[in-house]
Nanobody, 125 residues
Framework: EVQLVESGGGLVQAGGSLRLSCAAS????????IGWFRQAPGKAREGVSC????????AYADSVKGRFTISSDNAKNTVYLQMNSLEPEDTAVYYC??????????????????WGQGTHVTVSS
């Protein structure tokens, strides 16, 4: 059974940084992608970034390009989201998700099969 566990959320001032972690387990092969999504109160869940576990290809939403960096440590089965220059608009619950579509990266909620429980990120102004 695939399991995803997020950690690293918290409260930070605008301009600060946080690093989120997504520990993955239960995969039977290396052919999958991990995505980070977020959902602010009253808003739809949106894709932030994703990475292919097989070749390291990445993708980012325009709203976070240049500020967020996704990376993976395959030895630890963990994907990270380094978030710099945080803005109050980044406040949300952040989820990591796994997709079998590792060759074609998309930041669509429907592209992903497995989801973690989420971690809260609050950016104060």
């Amino acid at each position: 059974e695939v399991q995803l566990v997020e950690s690293g959320g918290g409260l930070v001032q605008a301009g600060g940084s946080l690093r989120l972690s997504c520990a993955a387990s239960g995969f039977t092969s290396d052919d999958y992608a991990i995505g980070w999504f977020r959902q602010a109160p009253g808003k739809a869940r949106e894709g932030v970034s994703c990475i292919s576990n097989s070749d390291g290809t990445t993708a980012y939403a325009d709203s976070v390009k240049g500020r967020f960096t996704i990376s993976s440590d395959n030895a630890k089965n963990t994907v990270y989201l380094q978030m710099n220059s945080l803005e109050p608009e980044d406040t949300a619950v952040y989820y990591c998700a796994a997709s079998n579509h590792y060759r074609l990266l998309r930041l669509w909620v429907s592209w992903y099969n497995y989801w973690g429980q989420g971690t809260h990120v609050t950016v104060s102004s």
